[in-house]
């Protein structure tokens, strides 16, 4: 069993408060994931399907199988309680073992995109100090070239062909006996590191406790979604990004459901496998959604009988791009906003009026949000300030205490420890939070403060708008003009024409003087973004500034 660095973890006065606002939040004490959330659904759903990939139909019971050999191999190369274990792979069944076998035996799972290219590889397992990566072949050759510069990274584990220089998974497991131990863990030990997107700097590790990791499932999970034990979940959202962690490593199996896992996400590959597999909640980013309303006549061509629920998160859902699901497909989405660090804290709900579609919903049962003035205190209804958040989980970074300080609400303030997720919310008189900005989007031109993701809220209720990207670019006359990075929607050509077009949608929806001055068409690939499909804003803005340099 390894110890954590006293100073990897947070500063003790900066700890965020954590409260228990509805019942069915107090865990006992030992607590192992594996235990509650896999071996506990054997006895009654040992032969029910847990897992649907391709043509493959994985059972509970051989879940806990490939989990408990996965545990034991582990064990054997002396991976033990606290030590970071490197995940790394595309959406695959593998990755939900290796996910339940480092719960089972108490060590940590570090999430790694497999998109990440090696420098981000090392850097990740260097500040995690992993001992050890498990890898999928897709994902192996960065791995192996960030490898030599992973000082504590003991063994890199292969799943798939055989190479030099790495342990074959495949081996490993198929000598180990199929009941595994628990190790003895906590509600309070760490259950999850997972890095941050990377949108505004270097990412940041993030830490999770197995109690808080449960939480979700009793707060969002029963109490939103309302998950039972005849839903298939699908949808694209990686395992390693906070969607996909929170969506499929945990919500299932809390509840006996099942998993649909599609490979490589397309639009119409995500509708046949809908049909195929029964899907009844399907997760998606908006972007993805308004794929997925692009295939004309999907809803013909498609049995979507199954659907009963949808859900986005990542990024803010446009009220159009939920209106038009709903009238074509039948389904109602729900926006979720969550994080790494707090779960989800707001959301949309089913039977929720129209005219609330846009919104960011209200407070997840469970948490309770705020808005709050640059003084911290309450801000009146239909005044933009910061939204501060607290709930059965808080804002806990990893080796970054200054981060830590920012994440949560001064000492001496009257919300001390209440979380600062960073984003800019108006609360009407009704409750319901609207999203602005995330606070260092704040774009100030002749003298006006313009939220930025007000800005892109707008564009991206236009037909033509695929999804789209604000920022501020430097001018001699107003300091800084406002620039919108637009993707079109299929069907659609760039043009003068549309531009104005563009401008006056904006006039017409927000305040005028809010409206993007210059608009400039790029394909989605052209845009810069993270691992997990974000568009890095910040990467945007220093571009402009360094072109206005050069003049």
Not at 13 to 34: E, S, W
Not at 212 to 222: F, K, M
Not at 321 to 332: D, H, I, P, Q, S
Request: aromatic share 10%; charged share 25%.
């Amino acid at each position: 069993m390894s110890v954590i660095p006293k100073d990897f973890l947070p500063p003790a006065d900066y700890l965020p408060q954590t409260v228990k606002l509805i019942p069915g939040l107090d865990y006992p004490q030992r607590l192992n994931l594996a235990e509650v959330l896999l071996d506990r659904n054997l006895a009654q759903r040992g032969d029910k399907t847990a897992v649907l990939y391709e043509d493959q139909r994985i059972s509970y019971a051989e879940l806990q199988a490939r989990v408990n050999r996965c545990a034991n191999a582990l064990r054997e190369l002396g991976v033990g309680k606290n030590d970071r274990v490197m995940l790394r792979s595309p959406n695959h069944p593998e990755y939900l073992v290796w996910n339940f076998a480092c719960w089972r035996i108490g060590a940590i799972p570090v999430l790694v995109n497999h998109l990440n290219r090696a420098e981000e590889v090392a850097y990740k397992a260097n500040d995690s100090q992993a001992t050890a990566m498990l890898v999928h072949e897709a994902a192996y050759e960065q791995a192996a070239l960030a490898r030599p510069h992973c000082a504590s990274l003991k063994h890199l584990i292969l799943l798939g062909e055989p190479r030099e220089g790495a342990l074959n998974y495949q081996e490993l497991v198929s000598v180990q006996p199929a009941e595994a131990a628990s190790e003895d863990t906590s509600r309070d030990d760490y259950g999850r590191l997972i890095y941050s997107s990377g949108t505004t700097g270097m990412p940041k590790g993030i830490l999770m406790t197995l109690g808080g990791l449960l939480s979700v499932a009793d707060t969002h999970g029963r109490h939103v979604l309302g998950i039972r034990e005849d839903d298939v979940l699908g949808g694209h959202p990686y395992f390693t990004f906070a969607f996909g962690s929170v969506n499929f490593t945990i919500y299932p199996w809390r509840f006996g459901a099942s998993v649909s896992i599609i490979g490589a996400f397309k639009p119409e590959e995500q509708f046949r496998l809908v049909e195929k597999h029964r899907i009844s909640l399907l997760f998606c980013v908006p972007t993805a959604f308004r794929m997925m309303l692009s295939v004309e006549g999907a809803e013909k061509q498609y049995d979507l009988r199954s659907l009963r629920l949808c859900q986005s998160a990542g990024e803010w859902l446009s009220d159009a791009t939920a209106l038009e699901w709903k009238r074509r497909m039948g389904t109602v989405i729900l926006d979720s906003l969550g994080s790494g660090d707090l779960n989800y804290w707001l959301s949309t709900y089913q039977g929720m009026a129209e005219d609330k579609y846009g919104s960011s919903g209200v407070s997840v049962p469970g948490y309770e949000n705020l808005v709050v003035d640059e003084n911290f205190q309450e801000a009146p209804p239909g005044t933009m300030g910061e939204l501060i958040v607290r709930g059965p989980v808080g804002q806990t970074y990893w080796r970054r205490p200054e981060k830590q300080v920012e994440g949560v609400c001064p000492l001496d303030s009257p919300f001390r420890g209440w979380n600062r997720p960073g984003l800019l919310f108006v609360r009407d008189q009704d409750g319901f939070f609207w999203y602005k900005s995330r606070s260092d989007d704040m774009i100030v031109t002749s003298g006006y403060k313009i939220p930025a993701g007000e800005v892109e809220g707008a564009l991206n209720n236009h037909p033509a708008v695929l999804e789209s990207a604000v920022v501020d670019t430097p001018d001699p006359e107003r300091s800084s003009l406002i620039k919108a990075f637009v993707v079109l929607n299929p069907g659609y050509q760039p043009s003068a024409e549309l531009i104005k077009q563009l401008q006056d949608f904006v006039k017409q929806n927000i305040e005028p003087y809010k409206y993007p001055r210059l608009i400039e068409f790029r394909r989605a690939e052209e845009l810069p973004r993270t691992a997990t499909g974000k568009i890095q804003r910040r990467i945007l803005r220093e571009r402009e500034r360094q072109q206005a340099k050069e003049g």
